[in-house]
């Protein structure tokens, strides 16, 4: 049985097999859940998780860029049933009608771009390696730190999960992984699906030279993880558990 953040309670089971609809993963329990992407809205500031929960965020090109290309390699039949408009600009009047009428829309230059990364990453031996005999997009809820988590692994094989990347910079990637803390969805991911730091994988493209790198998640990487999401469940627990003043939260620092 697991309980949600509003007191709800669930068979795993029955969450499980609701979480294959996009509409229930990403809207009811986007708030009655925690995630890895939750719990970096918590490090940025509650107010910022209290903000984008209540109000959702603009999606950006980057965040287009990538569903994009998950869905060309991992779900090539969702990939195929988007709507691309033959468009230069989305300020175009043509592709707001679209947007209007079919609500999610994509530019035909978007497609290319993910058909582009795609077709690289699906010629490099070393990655089809990786997702072979595997499973894809298969969902996960726990508890975790006393907390309910969701999740979606990407590629899960035999005790080993890989998460897909595209990245501006290839070799920037050690740095953006912590910037961005995908050690924190390292940990998480650990937890939710049992298996150990040195069993998860980033697959990473580069987005101009189609370059593919393969990073393997240390020890300490993943305790980063770790002390990043008992940081991220404190502040949850202040700011939503115990309702502190969220106008009172403020940051200080000596420079």
Not at 62 to 77: Q, S, T, V
């Amino acid at each position: 049985m697991i309980t949600l953040l509003d007191g709800s309670e669930h068979e795993e089971k029955d969450i499980l097999y609701k979480m294959q609809q996009d509409n229930y993963y990403y809207g009811y329990l986007s708030k009655a859940a925690l995630s890895s992407s939750s719990l970096k809205l918590l490090l940025a500031s509650p107010k910022t998780y209290y903000n984008v929960t209540k109000y959702g965020s603009p999606e950006s090109q980057p965040l287009r860029d990538g569903w994009l290309f998950h869905a060309a390699i991992l779900e090539p039949d969702v990939f195929n049933a988007q709507i691309f408009v033959d468009v230069e600009s989305k300020n175009s009047k043509a592709y707001k009608l679209a947007k209007e009428e079919h609500g999610k829309v994509f530019t035909k230059k978007e497609k290319r771009n993910a058909e582009r990364m795609a077709d690289a990453f699906l010629r490099n031996e070393k990655a089809l390696q990786y997702i072979q005999n595997s499973e894809f997009e298969v969902p996960a809820i726990g508890d975790v730190m006393g907390m309910p988590f969701r999740g979606k692994a990407d590629v899960l094989g035999k005790n080993r999960i890989c998460d897909l990347k595209s990245s501006s910079d290839l070799k920037a990637f050690p740095y953006s992984a912590k910037k961005y803390s995908y050690d924190v969805q390292c940990y998480l991911y650990c937890q939710l699906f049992n298996v150990s730091y040195d069993a998860f994988t980033f697959l990473v493209i580069d987005k101009g030279s189609l370059d593919i790198g393969v990073f393997h998640c240390s020890e300490d990487f993943y305790l980063s993880g770790k002390q990043k999401t008992e940081k991220a469940v404190e502040i949850y627990n202040t700011y939503f558990l115990q309702a502190a003043d969220l106008d009172q939260y403020y940051i200080e620092q000596t420079l």
